[in-house]
């Protein structure tokens, strides 16, 4: 829910290389965007994390 752990820049630009859209958000805002695409019919995939 804290924004405190970042993706990597080498792992954005490795998901972009390959073709991936890549959307980095807080848990919240990152659950509707996925539901989102996947309720539009994009094939979805999702890396949630948790610090708890």
Same mark, same amino acid.
């Given at each position: 829910?804290?924004?405190?752990?970042?993706?990597?820049?080498?792992?954005?630009? %490795?998901?972009e290389?390959?073709? *991936?859209?890549?959307?980095?958000?807080?848990? =919240?805002?990152?659950?509707?965007?996925y539901?989102? %695409?996947?309720?539009?019919?994009? *094939?979805?995939?999702?890396?949630?994390?948790s =610090?708890?």
């Amino acid at each position: 829910m804290q924004p405190q752990l970042q993706v990597d820049a080498r792992t954005l630009g %490795l998901l972009e290389e390959c073709g *991936a859209t890549v959307h980095v958000a807080e848990s =919240t805002e990152a659950v509707q965007i996925y539901n989102n %695409l996947a309720t539009g019919g994009t *094939a979805v995939a999702g890396l949630f994390h948790s =610090t708890c």
